[in-house]
């Protein structure tokens, strides 16, 4: 059975990952990743946050673009996320209108290639 995924919620915890981890842009959607910390709590399961700047539009827009990343993240992070590890989505100005077939595509991709997925490392 897949880890649950926790939450990033304070922006002492999204900058942490922006300046400790990875990042890798896809057209859809820019995903940073990082290692935990040992000595942060509850270092086993994944945690995941959200964002959409300005740039991606309006209120609408912006809200939109996050419950997209949400329900990308809830597909495809459960069975592909590190324990351990905590991941940022950031939405881009493509995201609130982008196939949502494409969108989790992106995610896929991006995880694959920072080498943050439980799959990666297969080729």
């Known amino acids: 059975m897949p880890a649950p995924l926790g939450r990033l919620k304070r922006r002492s915890e999204f900058l942490r990952v922006a300046g ?11 995903v940073q990743a990082a290692r935990r910390r040992p000595t942060e709590i ?6 995941v946050g959200f964002t959409a700047s ?5 209120a609408v ?7 997209r990343l949400r329900a990308a993240a809830a ?8 324990p351990g590890h905590d991941y940022v989505l950031i939405a881009r100005r493509s995201t609130p209108s982008r196939p949502f077939g494409a969108l989790k595509n992106d995610l896929e991709v991006a995880l694959d290639r920072l080498g943050a997925g439980r799959g990666s490392g297969r080729r």
Do not use: F, H, S, Y
Request: some cysteine.
């Open 42 to 47: 509850g270092e086993g399961e994944p945690r």
């Open 54 to 58: 300005r740039k991606v539009g309006n």
């Open 20 to 30: 400790d981890g990875r990042k890798w842009a896809t057209p859809g959607i820019v």
């Open 61 to 67: 827009a912006r809200n939109r673009a996050r419950r």
């Open 75 to 82: 597909e495809i992070l459960p069975g592909c996320a590190r």
